[in-house]
């Protein structure tokens, strides 16, 4: 009976080392730290996290396009994070075309899909943006590679608590003024080579592709988790303490 018990509560506490092993996988709750944009001495944005306007509609966001994003509480997954200019959440206010502008969402960013190898959809559907007291949803239309409201997000390596990330995302404006426009989202992008700086045509240069990265902070296993595993372990002692005073 005693080694029934036994087996029954080891048995228990591998479950519960299951369900740690595969949060190894991002996490529904997790945080998305992005990087801060780096500027080249024109003030442009060559490297960090940034997005694009396409204000010129040449189908192209351009390095004098791009404005710097700086992560305040970062893109919290699982949660809607509203905001205006007086009020951050997710980044800092950042100014383009001489107006401030802040992200918000108006509903949570999930995970659609993982493959458990650092591949991962994220739904960006109420990914939204203030600029000069004027609200603009952009969760869908995309232009890029990407489906309309996915963002595409690659870590390092299975997007675990302190996994490295990139994201990739685009959309197009429509409602507002500025309907039509195109938008891309980068958090973190490559840094120019220095051959193409050397050209000297400054602010026209073409944004060679956004390669994102950050870090990802995971919310930690429930306590109550922890909590269990320890009782099925103090259980574990008190059998077979009983099976060796029996014996």
Known sequence: MNKIISKSIFSSILVVGVVSVSEAALLSTATLNFDAPVYNQDNLVISGSNFGIDSNNNSTIELSERTGLTSLNGLQLGTVQPASVSSPNIDQPWTTFGAQGIHFTTSPVSILSDDGFGN???????????????????????????ADGVAQMTCSSDCSNGDSFSIFYTATVTEGPFQGIRYRLGFDSNVIPLAA???????????PGVVATGTISAVPVPAAVWLFGSGMLA?????????????
């Open 120 to 146: 991962v959809e994220l739904d960006f559907s109420g990914w939204s943006a203030t600029w000069n007291n004027i609200d603009f949803n952009l969760g869908g239309a995309a232009w890029g590679s990407n």
């Open 197 to 207: 700086l050397s050209t000297g045509v400054s602010g026209v240069l073409e944004d």
């Open 235 to 247: 259980l574990v002692g008190v059998a077979r303490r009983k099976s060796l005073i029996r014996a």
